[in-house]
């Protein structure tokens, strides 16, 4: 069965204290992985979708990479306005009924103190 | 700029009442999605659509249909709405590809007395 599992839960950081969240994942073809970013009262938003296990995107303070097991979302010198929770989510690749559906994570809780 | 509307934004009913939840969006997406978002399980697919008139079931599509007689729209409906069925609920739409980046809506908070 496949499997999305992020951590930790939930991770305090200062303002500027670079860290990283994990999105672990079993599944047999991936055809794409996705992170999204939730703040309080409103739906996901995009951030990054990665294809193949060496593959690296950028966007301002993040940076997503992902290998054949797992994907790390590394925040540099995070501000305050970097809280939110953070999902990741992948798509299975052609064959079978999960075909076309994202499997997402619970999610990891960021909160970034001043 | 397109987007993806969701209306309600939130709503109180009484168990056993029909609801209905809208989505639209103006993308010109092909694929529509309907989730629902609680503490404990993170989203769940409800119901989607990969084009006008096709709909299929997804894990927890008991108790609510849809149904797709246009690209923009994908109403979400509670038959008779439980207490279970308190969630927030979230429609998203992708491009052409069923494995296109989904964009989520803003969702609506659903309270069932």
């Known amino acids: 069965e496949d499997q999305v599992t992020q951590s930790p839960e939930a991770l305090r950081l200062q303002e500027g204290e670079s860290s990283s969240l994990n999105c672990s994942y079993t599944v047999s073809g991936l055809r794409g992985l996705f992170w999204y970013r939730q703040d309080p009262g409103k739906g996901p938003e995009f951030l990054f979708t990665?294809?193949?296990a060496g593959e690296e995107k950028e966007k301002e303070r993040l940076k997503a990479t992902l290998t054949k097991k797992e994907s790390f979302l590394h925040i540099t010198a995070p501000k305050p306005e970097d809280s939110a929770t953070y999902l990741c989510?992948?798509?299975?690749?052609?064959?079978?009924?999960?075909?076309?559906?994202?499997?997402f994570g619970q999610g990891t809780i960021l909160t970034v103190h001043p | 700029d397109a987007e993806i509307t969701q209306s309600p934004r939130h709503k109180i009913t009484e168990t056993g009442r029909q609801v209905t939840l809208a989505c639209h969006q103006t993308?010109?997406?092909?694929?529509m999605f309907w989730y629902r978002q609680d503490l404990g399980h993170g989203l769940r697919l409800i119901h989607y659509?990969?084009?006008?008139?096709?709909?299929n079931k997804g894990e927890v599509s008991d108790g609510y249909s849809v149904s797709r007689s246009n690209t923009e729209d994908l109403p979400l409906t509670l038959e008779s709405a439980a207490s279970s069925q308190t969630s927030v609920y979230f429609c998203?739409?992708?491009?052409?590809?069923?494995?296109?980046?989904?964009?989520f809506g803003p969702g609506t908070r659903l309270t069932v007395l």
């Open positions: 993308w010109n997406h092909n694929n």
């Open positions: 998203a739409s992708s491009e052409v590809a069923v494995t296109d980046t989904q964009y």
């Open positions: 989510a992948l798509h299975k690749g052609a064959g079978g009924t999960s075909y076309g559906k994202l499997t």
């Open positions: 990665l294809y193949s």
């Open positions: 659509s990969y084009g006008v008139q096709d709909t």
